[in-house]
């Protein structure tokens, strides 16, 4: 059932790797067990740390009792009161503290923390720590929260006059989707080790070395020099990993302080799905005018969503969902309001797609309503109000280039054979009900996204990161933040400065992640590692590629503008003249260290007003659309996939077996959110925190799947690539809701498309 | 207590607790840390290891169950070439993250030495006990099917 048969272009030292595949670098010791994970790691002398939690949702601390009677030699306790600098986790606003120091927001919320030698030891003690909390009564419903973190309005035309407009239907819905889990396979781990300095170096699984650089010299009041952080092979992270091990550092740093020791904390299974950041829960309220032929005219949205106990990430968060609210459609007339409130549950952040799987589900499961309740085929009502070169979005932004909606959509209606099945749904569901093939209806659904690249707004204007290279004496260096946690960022970025210096790519190496040693590229989210810092990274190299022409001209008494570099040769009018090594090692001797670093710019004409919230939200968009085909068995109310067909278009694929594995990989994600991935919360509590309860697709839950890549470069992306990373996490849950409803004629407004929603919607009158 | 394993092969000698967990063994006495712990409750299938040729989660037993077994790690399947399946997840794309990779290999060499057919539904039901979030399964299944057909 694959579109074509796994195909590895092997690197050919001589040629560009650059749209090919070559084996990822990590690959070899990825696959041997060799690759040294944080709990793979030994620190001599180093303790266990454990965190004591609040237990209640919402409440006052009255004390926090360490029991005489026990044995506390050996083992080192931290409460606030040992913390030297700011209490709190250092993000986009001061209200989160690092430990409770009189109220707790959340069952979940650190007071007190304890590391030991022994992990027995460190159990017991837990067990004789006595936090007294007078409780006070929680908020656990995001619709009855009066605490607003962040709110915004897009506004475009007048809607008014729209819903006043008899010759209009008015098509309204209310959706619902909970929280999802990132489960990322390695839990968040942190090595804490304390220096003479009295500074602190932290190894850790991470996406975003520099929030805990900078978040730690507040909490720990010590410098810039005092602090070093080292990624280490990251087990996935999702976004999982994006701001929670700010937490989890500063925690094992202040333990290894008190200790003079270092100091490991590994969440067990449980604590980390209890206790870490989710996709944040919303409901969102869709209100629509559209002409009686599908055409849409204005929008009335409104998103509430569940930002838990403090700020964290959720003013970005519902910022990117707000302004992808809309989907990838033309709204001549349109408000779209978002609020990120308050409850006292954990706090939830980033998961890929940052906002965007909760509005786009939303926005797409609309569409299916306003093509039911008009009776038109959903694709044609896409197709009519896809956006394309030219159309303006909500925030006044014009599209200009690289906007391939209607090209995606074809390419999945197409390979899906979606008219055909729908014809033959629709037949089906015609039999009467009681015969046996009626018992189980086949459908097929599809859907269409979009993700704006990089951050949003002025996010990259006010980042300015910087990434680069260092001449070796073999080859180049690659410096970066930007971290490899799965998705191949080590591979690429040496693909992209291989081509630009012209050397094979076993001449690139990348620098360990060490923020003492590289530049600030910036954190690894927002689908923004490949063009923003991919892209800085190609310009520092062409950089790098100059000043060495330069020299090998003086050194070889050639023009400079003649001198160039292929397959790692430097030659001048078809002549070759010295190999690229020689020639580093020449400069390198003669002329010093040559390191290369360059700073993203925003290309011209991308401006966004953060007051007014208008203008290019974004630089460029990738698009997606994704069909799905599936069975519900009519009896147990079972789904069952057949087949998943989805075209991305994200500009261009640098590394294609790498793009299909993030398209793969986010699919079956967002298969998890459509039909499986479910918290349930009790008095604040979360019930399901093991993977044995909270159940991840298998290999045996997967469809056969089409991917399908488009190409359509984006003029200011490394080699036309846009961003890709989330893209695929937002289309396949509203394609499954539409095949649901191709199959059984009811639309599922909530997520998960549960064997029990299943039934209540075939039951409901 | 004292017990013996053939660990990869060689017979080592252990004095050990014997409800410890086999997967802390490795890890922590044998520092064969290739074998992951990704759950801690026979649901993700990273800590997986052949016993006696059939694979378990090294989590699920207590070393005193493997005294006198044979156990096979990720680090016992290669020495110095890697084999025809760690060649194909390097090249088809079957490692992300790579947490959950040494244990879909073990499971995934344990389907392959059985010699049954890889067909898409045989390869699936044989890593349906190993839980991957980066892949999405498909290149895991073609890295599988592409090193059935070469080593057939
Ligand atoms: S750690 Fe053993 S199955 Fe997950
Ligand atoms: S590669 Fe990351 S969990 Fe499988």
């Avoid at chain 1, 290369?596 to 208008?614: K, M």
């Avoid at chain 1, 349930?680 to 290999?699: E, F, K, S």
Wanted: net charge negative; hydrophobic share 40%; with cysteine.
């Amino acid at each position: 059932m694959f579109d074509k048969p796994p195909t590895m272009k092997h690197a050919d030292n001589s040629k560009s790797t650059v749209g090919h595949s070559p084996p990822r670098k990590d690959g070899p010791d990825k696959v041997t067990g060799r690759a040294r994970y944080l709990d793979d790691l030994a620190f001599p002398g180093q303790l266990w740390g454990r965190t004591v939690r609040s237990q209640v949702p919402h409440g006052r601390i009255r004390s926090i009792e360490f029991d005489p009677r026990f044995d506390w030699s050996g083992i080192v306790r931290v409460t606030a009161a040992d913390i030297p600098g700011d209490n709190i986790v250092q993000l986009i606003e001061d209200d989160q503290p690092m430990l409770a120091h009189d109220m707790v927001k959340h069952r979940e919320e650190p007071i007190a923390l304890l590391a030991c030698a022994d992990r027995e030891r460190l159990e017991e003690a837990l067990l004789h720590v006595d936090v007294k909390i007078d409780p006070l009564p929680p908020v656990l419903d995001l619709l009855l929260s009066t605490h607003v973190f962040k709110s915004y309005r897009i506004e475009a035309g007048d809607i008014k006059p729209a819903f006043a407009d008899s010759s209009l239907r008015v098509v309204e819905g209310i959706y619902r989707v909970g929280h999802q889990e990132q489960m990322y396979i390695e839990p968040n781990a942190i090595c804490a080790v304390p220096r003479e300095d009295f500074g602190v170096t932290i190894y850790g699984s991470m996406q975003c070395p520099f929030y805990i650089h900078r978040g730690l010299q507040r909490l720990l009041k010590i410098n810039d020099s005092q602090i070093a952080v080292i990624q280490v092979v990251t087990g996935g992270g999702f976004g999982g990993k994006e701001d929670y091990p700010t937490v989890l550092a500063g925690h094992a740093a202040l333990l290894a302080r008190k200790a003079g020791k270092p100091v490991k904390m590994i969440y067990k299974r449980e604590e980390d799905v209890a206790a870490t950041t989710k996709r944040h829960p919303a409901v969102l309220r869709y209100r629509t005018a559209v002409k009686p032929d599908g055409e849409f005219v204005a929008c009335e949205i409104d998103v509430v969503m569940d930002g838990g106990a403090y700020v964290t990430l959720s003013p970005v968060v519902a910022s990117r969902g707000v302004l992808h609210a809309s989907g990838a459609y033309r709204w001549p007339h349109a408000r779209i309001d978002c609020r990120v409130v308050q409850t006292h549950t954990p706090p939830n952040g980033a998961f890929r797609g940052f906002g965007v799987p909760q509005t786009l589900f939303g926005c797409e499961a609309h569409v299916e309503k306003i093509a039911l309740e008009l009776g038109l085929d959903p694709l044609l009502v896409r197709r009519k109000n896809a956006l394309v070169v030219g159309d303006v979005m909500p925030t006044g932004q014009r599209l200009t280039e690289s906007v391939s909606a209607l090209p995606v959509l074809e390419a999945v209606a197409a390979r899906s054979g979606y008219a055909a099945k729908r014809e033959a749904a629709m037949e089906a569901a015609r039999l009467p009900a009681g015969s046996a093939r009626a018992r189980k209806r086949r459908g097929i659904g599809l859907s269409l996204a979009l993700h704006g690249a990089g951050f949003t707004g002025s996010g990259e204007a006010h980042l300015k990161s910087r990434a680069g290279l260092e001449l070796t004496a073999s080859g180049a260096r690659v410096l970066s933040a930007s971290t490899d946690i799965g998705q191949g960022t080590i591979t690429v970025f040496s693909q992209l400065a291989a081509e630009a210096l012209g050397v094979p790519l076993s001449m690139i190496e990348v620098a360990v992640n060490d923020t003492s040693r590289v530049p600030d590229s910036g954190p690894t989210v927002a689908s923004r590692t490949t063009m923003v810092v991919g892209g800085t990274i190609a310009r520092a190299a062409e950089a790098m590629a100059r000043v060495l022409q330069g020299y090998v001209a003086q050194t070889h008494a050639v023009p400079a503008g003649e001198v160039c570099c292929v397959g790692g040769i430097f030659a001048a009018r078809g002549r070759s003249l010295a190999p690229f090594e020689s020639i580093a090692r020449r400069y390198l001797d003669e002329r010093g260290p040559l390191v290369c670093i360059e700073q993203y710019e925003l290309p011209p004409g991308v401006q966004w007003d953060d007051a007014a919230y208008r203008g290019s939200a974004y630089p460029c968009y990738a698009w997606a659309a994704t069909a799905v085909e599936l069975e519900v068995d009519l009896d147990t109310y079972e789904i069952k996939l057949l087949d998943l067909v989805t075209a991305s278009e994200f500009g261009k694929a640098i590394h294609p077996v790498l793009a299909e594995g993030q398209i793969e990989g986010g699919t079956v994600q967002a298969l998890g959110y459509a039909l499986l991935e479910e918290h349930i919360y009790v008095d604040g509590r979360l019930l399901n925190t093991r993977m044995q309860n909270y159940i991840i697709p298998t290999a045996l839950d997967v469809p056969p799947m089409t991917t399908l890549i488009l190409e359509n470069p984006y003029s200011r992306g490394p080699h036309g690539a846009k961003g890709l990373g989330e893209l695929p996490m937002d289309g396949p849950a509203p394609a499954v809701a539409a095949a649901v409803l191709s199959a059984i004629g009811k639309l599922i407004p909530d997520l998960p498309i549960s064997p029990e929603r299943v039934m209540k919607a075939l039951h409901a009158a | 207590m004292r017990l013996e394993l053939r660990i990869n092969g060689s017979v080592r000698s252990l004095e050990v607790e014997p409800l410890k967990r086999l997967l802390d063994v490795l890890r922590e006495d044998l520092i064969l840390t290739g074998t992951k712990e990704g759950c801690g409750e026979g649901e993700c299938g990273a800590c997986a290891v052949l016993l006696d040729g059939q694979l378990v989660n090294s989590c699920l037993v207590a070393v005193c169950q493997a005294a006198g077994a044979s156990v096979v790690t990720i680090e016992g399947l290669s020495s110095s070439a890697l084999t025809p399946l760690q060649r194909s997840f390097v090249e088809c794309g079957g490692a992300q993250c790579g947490i959950c990779t040494p244990g879909m290999i073990v499971a995934g060499q344990c389907f392959l030495d059985s010699g049954a057919a890889a067909t898409d539904e045989a390869v699936r039901e044989a890593i349906a006990g190993n839980l991957c979030r980066c892949t999405g399964y498909t290149k895991i299944v073609e890295s599988i099917q592409h090193a059935a057909r070469e080593t057939r």
